[in-house]
Structure formats: C-alpha cells, structure tokens
C-alpha cells in the first residue's frame, strides 16, 4: 500500500506532515553494525526513458532495469529534469525504476544529487509491487544525501526519486541511486543500562504528550493544549555509538483530552547529533502482541516529522534510518495506537548514530 503517492508535495514543502490515513504490516529484523563511507558504486543502469517513467503525476511506467539486487550493491544513475515542472503539485521531475528481489534481504537505498539542496524536497522511496514493503527517505540538503532501510521480501520492487518545489529548477541535477546490502543485526535492540529512563510522563500519563497525532482529518500533527515537557535524555549520539532509552506505556483511568486522536499514552524524547553524526538509526522494542507501538521523528520544536516506524502492528520492532544534521537536537514520539492494550507495556527505544560520506 502507499503511503507517499500523493502527500509529499504540499505537506513536505508547505508545512504539513509525512503520512496518509494508513498504517502498514511491515516486520524489519535490522540491527547493529553502523553504516559508514560507502565504497564507489557503479552505474548499473542509466535513465534512458525520462519523458515515460513517472507513475505518479504523468501515468507513466517505471523504467524496466533487468536488475536484481541480493549480496552485491546496484547503482542507477538519471537526472532530474528542469522541463518536467508541473505547477499545480509544485513537481520538478518524478523517476521509477523496477528491479527484482529473488530472495529475502535487507538493504540501504541511497541517493547523491549535487544540487539537490536547491530544491524544497527530494525523496527517495522503494516499494513492493506484491508485498507490503514501503520505505521512503527524504533528502538532507545540509549533508547532500538520502537514505532509508527496508526489509525485502523476494518480489518486484519501484524504486523512485521525486523532487519539488515552488518554481521550476533552473538546470537539471544528476542523481545517483544506490542500493546496497544491509546487515540485519545493525542497531540491534540495546540490552545495557538505559542511558536515560522516562520521569516525566505523571500520575495520568500525559506530562510528555507533547504531540496530538492524526493520519486523517485535520490538523494532522499539532501540540497538545497541556504544557508538556519533553523527557530531557541528555543524550548525544556519537558515531558508531548505541544509546538505550527505557519508557512505560501507560493507560490511566481517564484518558486526557490530548487522546482523542489516534494514539493513547505517548512520551517525547529529546536526542541531540554528535559532531559528524549525520545518520541516526531508531528502533523501537516492546514484549507481547497485544499493543502496537509507533514512533515520528521532528525537528526540535517543529510539527514536520520526516521519518517513522510505525509499520509493524502488534509486534516488535520498529526500525528506520535516516539522514539527520549533526549538532542538532530531535524530538522522537513514542506512542500505542488507540488498538493497543494490555498496558503497562515497558519498552525500548534503541539509538544508533553514523557518519555517512556521499
């Protein structure tokens, strides 16, 4: 199911949110060994069908590549063109690709763009043509990249770059697509002593809301009335290291009016990027089958959030990588959709920073 098709250019360019009204069963074994400098991956394929290969906004087709990814990495190489604008949807250019999966993996996709940061948004996604996969990551213009982690189960994938923006671009921009074996014991779930354990959520479970978060109707993503704080976790994420973040997800009594969106007892965490640490992997463990566990990543203080777990239903975990600025400061939600129950439900949020060098 996609989740991306339609949403991204108004919500990502104008102030809005990253999701529509669904949520996806999606399990990703990841886990721990960082991502670092890539090796130089090749052109495998080249974008030879431009003005056909937009399925989103042009009822084009993906391009055909004949690739198969499995224990070696793949490159496809295009442009985004600066005559395909499309004012209405604000659309630069839109490009997908179809590649095989024989067998299952998990993987890293990635793209460069010098002068991709010119652009208001780029993003890069991969989704299953018969399986449930669906991934996106959005382009960090201060580190001149973008990257997501998907679990694959065999089947034919789309691999897409959309990119938008209030004006047309002034030249086209040369991208490179890279998707690449990911270890499934990267960032795995933390079994040290918590770095920091939630203190502020109080006696009715809501003293860390800080967000009211809805898939449909409006607004999506707002503050909660209530003045909540965010758990200060005085975490800094260093390259190549791992960090532990122990909650409770609560149910009290009497909901607080904050819950009457799509989520019951939520608790925000405050991260902060080391020096160099401009990839940030989260993953999200709880015990049982009886809650389903989400998280959303914001910007400190803002109402964007640009990456997610929230994909597995009721059963752990939640797993997402995701380009970030080092030196600034996130706001990670962590909440049990309103289906959930069995609560108290202890659970852990792991967190593991790279450096990754286009």
């Keep these: 199911m996609r989740s991306f098709r339609l949403m991204p250019v108004l919500l990502l360019i104008a102030c809005g949110d990253n999701h529509e009204g669904d949520k996806r069963p999606d399990a990703r074994p990841m886990a721990d060994a960082m991502v670092d400098a890539p090796m130089q991956v090749t052109c495998n394929y080249t974008e030879s069908a431009d003005a056909t290969n937009d399925n989103f906004y042009a009822n084009g087709n993906p391009e055909a590549t004949s690739l198969s990814f499995g224990t070696a990495a793949i490159g496809i190489c295009g442009k985004l063109e600066h005559t395909h604008y499309v004012q209405n949807n604000m659309v630069v250019d839109v490009d997908s690709y179809l590649i095989n999966v024989p067998a299952q993996t998990s993987a890293l ?54 990119s938008f923006n209030t004006a047309a671009a002034t030249a086209t921009i040369d991208y490179k697509l890279v998707l690449r074996p990911d270890s499934p014991t990267r960032c795995a779930k933390s079994t040290a002593t918590a770095n920091y354990t939630e203190s502020l959520d109080g006696t009715t479970a809501d003293g860390n809301d800080v967000y009211e978060v ?9 503050f909660t009335a209530a003045a909540d704080m965010v758990e200060p976790t005085g975490i800094t994420v260093a390259p190549d290291g791992s960090y532990r973040v122990s909650g409770t997800n609560s149910l009290p009594a009497s909901a607080p009016a904050s819950w009457a969106d799509f989520y019951q ?6 991260l902060t990027m080391g020096a160099n640490a401009n990839q940030l992997s989260l993953r999200l463990s709880w015990p049982g089958t009886t809650a389903d566990l989400d998280f959303l990543v914001f910007p400190m203080g803002g109402l964007n959030d640009f990456a997610t777990g929230y994909y597995n239903a009721k059963m752990e975990d939640e797993f997402a990588t995701f380009a970030v600025i080092p030196g600034m400061s996130y706001w990670v939600f962590v909440g049990a959709d309103d289906s959930s129950s069995g609560q108290p439900i202890s ?12």
């Excluded at 809805?214 to 999506?220: I, L, Q």
């Excluded at 659970?347 to 286009?358: E, H, Q, R, S, V």
């Design 214 to 222: 809805r898939y449909m109707g409006s607004p999506r993503r707002q």
């Design 109 to 162: 996709l990635s793209i460069t763009a010098p002068g991709a940061e010119a652009l208001n948004t780029v993003l890069i996604e991969i989704y299953g043509m018969s399986t449930s996969t669906d991934e996106v990551g959005k382009f960090e213009p201060t580190q001149g990249f973008a990257i997501a982690s998907a679990r694959l189960p065999p089947g034919d994938y789309v691999v897409n770059v959309s």
């Design 347 to 358: 659970y852990d949020l792991t967190a593991c920073g790279a450096t990754y060098t286009p």
């Design 265 to 270: 007892d939520r608790d925000t965490y405050q």
